[in-house]
């Protein structure tokens, strides 16, 4: 029995934790979106108690509306009364009921005890019927003469004709919900259509809220990038002005941290070419081959850290712009001028800045035949993504290693060694080009020792004011 209870609290557990995932994603997102979808839960709310409150079928809306439409007829019913003799009158008076209006004539008044008096509706009755005593209530706990609900009952005294001193009666019932409501469409469209209304000018409102985030969340994603130009429009509340003002001031201050590290590193790297050229003509006449080979060695480590201080400093944005390409002839030339083999791909052709892309590309190759060895590349499509995988053999790397790899500075070791020297920033200005393309690099170990390279670039236009 236990376990029947435990494995009933388990599945009610599970029902619930679906439901609960199913309305997350069902939520909507956006901020205006659920700013709309509550403002349209409180105004159906508020319709909805309006609209119950129309539906009571005792209320003064449905009795007024009900004299109004049987008011012309209990006028002239009573006059016929007063005029015709008793055979015509009682005539008359059976063919005027009707399925929720019934008149009879009797010598009193309907028992009224607990009742409530409507002094409104009597004294619109007697203002069409001057001279006779006239009776409105709504129903209480007095026994009626049947037992059905009643929506008023109505007493005029006779003052004339065969029932002179009696009294006319009317039991006016409720109508059915499919014949009241016609009735009240006058009052709900008004309701429906405020409710629109106001519906319509909050989203407006919202939408000119919410627009100033949309923008700051666009820049910010291009500023992630690299792009420090972008600027936020002063519009919106105070708050979110103060917000603008201030990312704007970031901003400003991010793009003078990029300039002045450009020009340090541009400055250094020009300084360093210039007498790194005119030693590596001296080495050349030193007699000891050990001697000059090792000088030779250590200038070009010097000439590899100089180009990639270069390469860090230029932004992608400043050399050139997107235009369309065909990296599958991009992605074979490079293979055949690094001597890296070509496993082949369909042919793809997107907006790319094709230098920057080559630089990138050719990083990755260089460093698979620094680094390892048997590099060959491929290129496939997945959906609205192209996919080039760059594998090669060798002693691989930790995950750890793998982890910082990608970073400035972050020379490989541990396991692959390049006698050459290096910087550590050939992947990093790779990555940044790839994120400038709205695309990413992974690395991964292969099994049976090496590295694999998975770029992955989207068919789309990349970002126009991306930078490295």
Same mark, same amino acid.
């Given at each position: ?9 388990r ?17 909507p ?20 108690l309006?609209?119950?409150l ?7 809306f449905?009795?007024?509306?009900r004299?109004?439409?049987?008011l ?35 010598e ?15 004294a ?26 009643v ?34 469409w ?7 259509m ?19 985030l949309a ?35 970031m901003q ?5 941290f /990029? $300039?002045? =590290?450009? !020009?340090? @590193?541009? *400055?250094?790297?020009? +300084? ?6 005119s ?21 070009e ?7 990639d ?7 992608i944005s400043?050399? /050139? $712009?997107? =235009?369309? !390409?065909? @990296?599958? *002839?991009?992605?074979? +030339? ?9 496993c ?12 920057a ?5 050719r ?5 698979a ?8 590349a491929?290129?496939?499509? /997945? ?24 970073k400035p ?7 692959r ?11 990093a ?31 789309g ?8």
């Open positions: 029995m236990g376990g029947r209870i435990s494995a009933l609290r599945g009610g557990n599970r029902r619930m934790s679906a439901l609960r995932r199913l309305a997350q994603r069902l939520r997102r956006g901020l205006a979106a659920q700013f709309a979808l509550l403002l349209m839960g409180a105004i159906a709310a508020a319709q909805i309006a609209l119950l129309f539906a009571g079928e005792g209320s003064d449905d009795r007024q509306a004299l109004h439409q049987d012309g007829r209990l006028i002239a019913l009573l006059h016929a009364v007063e005029q015709a003799d008793e055979e015509v009158a009682t005539e008359i008076i059976a063919q005027s009921n009707t399925g929720f209006t019934r008149f009879f004539v009797s009193d008044p309907l028992d009224t005890a607990g009742g409530t008096p409507l002094p409104g509706l009597a619109e009755l007697r203002r069409a019927m001057p001279g006779n005593t006239v009776l409105v209530h709504s129903p209480g706990i007095a026994t009626l003469p049947e037992d059905q609900p929506l008023m009952m109505i007493s005029i005294a006779i003052n004339a004709g065969p029932f002179s001193g009696e009294w006319l009666n009317s039991l006016v019932y409720p109508l059915p919900r499919s014949l009241a409501w016609p009735r009240k006058g009052f709900v469209i008004p309701l429906l405020s409710a629109a209304g106001c519906l319509a000018v909050a989203l407006y409102f919202t939408r000119q809220l919410t627009r100033p923008e700051a969340a666009r820049t910010a994603r291009l500023a992630g990038a690299g792009d420090h130009s972008q600027r936020l429009t002063l519009s919106g509340p105070a708050e979110l002005q103060d917000f603008a003002r201030a990312f704007n001031a400003s201050q991010i793009a003078g /990029e $300039a002045t =590290r450009r !020009t340090i @590193l541009a *400055a250094v790297g020009h +300084d360093i070419r210039t007498p790194v050229t030693l590596r003509l001296r080495a050349e006449f030193i007699e000891d081959p050990d001697l000059r080979e090792g000088m030779i060695r250590s200038l480590e010097i000439s590899v850290i100089t180009e201080l270069l390469g860090s400093a230029r932004r400043d050399q /050139e $712009a997107l =235009r369309e !390409t065909d @990296l599958t *002839a991009l992605l074979s +030339d490079l293979c055949e001028e690094q001597a890296v083999r070509f082949g791909g369909p042919p793809v052709t997107l907006p790319l800045r094709e230098v892309m080559r630089r990138a590309l990083n990755l190759m260089v460093n035949n620094l680094y390892a060895c048997d590099p060959e491929e290129l496939r499509l /997945e959906g609205d993504i192209a996919l080039i995988e760059l594998r090669d053999r060798g002693p691989g790397l930790s995950e750890a290693k793998l982890a910082l790899l990608n500075f972050e020379a490989a070791a541990g396991g060694h390049f006698a050459g020297g290096g910087t550590g920033l050939g992947l200005i790779c990555e940044s080009v790839l994120r400038a393309h709205g695309g990413t690099l992974t690395l991964s170990n292969r099994q049976g020792g090496g590295l694999s390279a998975l770029v992955r670039l989207p068919l236009e990349a970002e126009e004011g991306a930078a490295a």
